[in-house]
């Protein structure tokens, strides 16, 4: 049998897949010292702590509440859940996403494309994964579009206060100051809105109400808070990940350029084999049988959402890319019923899965459209990195217009 993987160690880091493999054959329930918590790696064992409701999200660490100056989704459970869930749901739904901010996507795409259109290089991550998702979040809350900087830095202390483990003073510093400049700036605006509702999603944060509850300043700051970190790593992840994926496999990049309507099934397959969001915390109520044994009460369990949707009980050739693989619904992507799990399962399922599917969509077809050649700048693929979320840190890029 071989050694127990460790979760906190640098080959862990550097490529957690065959660690992955190793627990889920040997260890699919693992008491992890390091971190106190248990390992879930079987893709049955994970599906179920996201669905059955004794999995509770009371431990939702990661410093969520401090970075985002208040309680969020995530952590929450029950009817708070619910209610909570119900308020901002409605804005991320299709008919909302095609009528009201899809325009919004188009043109941000269409900007950030346009700023380095005539380059023969660029990395793709710097120029356009880590902008665009904040862009398109900034200008449906419907603020100022000359903020879109001052965002992207709020964006990136709130991110590296979230990931902080290493409890850098400078880091939870910086991470503070961003959360009550972002409060500041919000509370004139949220007055504002209030008196004089618009179209935009600040609007209807403000207006919405279910069962009498109704969000106030605090609570809608948090959640414009998380929006920055939950829709925008994962989404600059993502976008990231789907062009690495692709330019690694010529063929199915060619594919895709044939034939835009096989971005979704892009998409869902590159989040299946590289989830941009590897690690979720849940806590049992009470002790549950699991595949590889019982987890008692109140443990923190870690479930590997990297390992699950590579289980060979789940799909064949799990560590191949495939985007035509027959074990995985494209459409199905953006809802609970996901076949893979980069968005969760169950009550606590990705609000933002249709409008990250929508980024995706938008930007991958002008990216290809602007650039009839692409390749690797360095001439082979880069690696990930990141242990909690995982993606390239770079994507430099030969570009090239005239397809020869
Ligand atoms: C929840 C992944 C994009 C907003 C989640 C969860 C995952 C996830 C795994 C479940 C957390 C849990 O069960 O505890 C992703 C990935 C994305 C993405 C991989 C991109 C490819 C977005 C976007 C938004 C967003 C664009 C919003 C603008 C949220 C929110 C929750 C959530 C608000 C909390 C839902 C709840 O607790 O009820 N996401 N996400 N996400 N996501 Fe996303």
Known sequence: TPEAPDILSPEFAADP???????????????HKGTDSYLLSRYEDVARAFRDPVFTTDNYTWQMEPAHGGRTLPQMSGREHAVRRALVAPAFRGREL???F???????????IDAFRDAEEADLVARFATRFPINVIVDMLGLDRADHDRFHGWYGAVVAFLSNLAQDPAVAAAGRRAGEELAAYLRPVLRERRAAPGDDL??????????????????????VSLLLSAGGETTDKALALIFRNLLAHPDQLAAVRADRSLIPAAFAETLRYTPPVQMIMRQPAADVTL???TVPAGATVICLIGAANRDPGHYTRPDSFDIFRTDLNPASACSAAAEHVAFGLGRHF???????RTEVETGVGQLLDAFPVMAFADGTAPDDAGVFTRGPRHLRLRLGRDAQ
């Open 202 to 223: 600040l609007s209807r944060l403000c207006a919405a109400e279910v069962d009498g509850v109704r969000m106030n300043d605090q609570d809608i700051t948090a959640f």
């Open 291 to 293: 595949s590889g044994g």
């Open 98 to 100: 095609r009528e009201t």
């Open 350 to 356: 990705c609000v933002g899965a249709l409008l990250a």
């Open 102 to 112: 899809l325009p919004v996507i188009e043109r941000n795409a269409r900007e950030l």
């Open 17 to 31: 897949y065959p660690a992955y493999r190793i627990l889920r054959e040997h260890y699919p329930l693992l008491h």
